[in-house]
């Protein structure tokens, strides 16, 4: 994907294409959810279908913070040494109940981090999403 | 940093002594707030003296969701190919004022992704941490 900065310009606003295709070659993102006030962040593999992420959790603090306050953050990106890019998603967190929705989690190919028997699948319906490309190098001094 | 697994455990807790080391030598992690329920994640750079992380920001959206509850998560990890680690800190987060307390930040060494001409030093002081070691690789199958 080219990244196209105007002059000078080191951070680049991406469009939700841009944004979706850079989830779409990307497994490891977090997910930051907060219940009662009490935010918690959480490291998973994930897919993505149809502009929908998808997760596989464990019956456990997250998910159970998933079903509480089901208004989600999600974020995903890429470092590399000069450059990097982000991925913000805001969105709502539904456990999937149907044996339909799972098969197409399931496509996405997505594997979590913890081994777990008992499987429950998350989806992740964003009401938005913003991405960012940034040039390092060349920053002003702060005073 | 050796990570010894017990003999067919894939994830490791690590110690606070084994998560502040692997945050010391990282310098990009996910800031997680809350406020009035709505979660935002955020990216950026950080640095680490005595157990708390210095964050520097320009004033704007991430600056007041901290000001406004002090309450965070934080996340940062390493993933390679057949291993991962992931570190998670729960605490609160505080603006610097004093010039002594902004000496300090300046010497972590942090860098923020965005250029900015403004600048502003938050820390998080931890009131939790907590790191996991995963091995990937032989996954139990699930049904």
């Known amino acids: 994907m080219m990244f196209d900065h105007d002059a000078d310009k080191p951070v680049l606003d991406l469009t939700p294409e841009q944004s979706w295709n850079l989830l779409e070659h990307t497994s490891h993102g977090r997910l930051a959810t907060a219940v009662g006030g009490a935010v918690d962040i959480f490291p998973l593999n994930f897919g993505v279908s ?41 969105g709502t967190a539904r456990q999937l109940q149907t044996e339909a929705e799972i098969e197409i989690a399931r496509a996405t190919g997505v594997s979590p981090w913890t081994p777990t028997q008992k499987e429950s699948w998350v989806k992740i319906e964003a009401t938005n ?15």
């Open 50 to 90: 149809e502009r929908t992420i998808y997760i596989r959790t464990a019956p456990g603090e997250k998910l159970a913070a998933l079903t509480v306050h089901d208004t989600v953050a999600f974020e995903a990106d890429g470092i590399l040494s000069d450059e990097a890019w982000s991925v913000v998603v805001h």
């Open 129 to 143: 999403i913003s991405g960012r490309h940034f040039i390092f190098g060349a920053q002003p001094e702060s005073f």
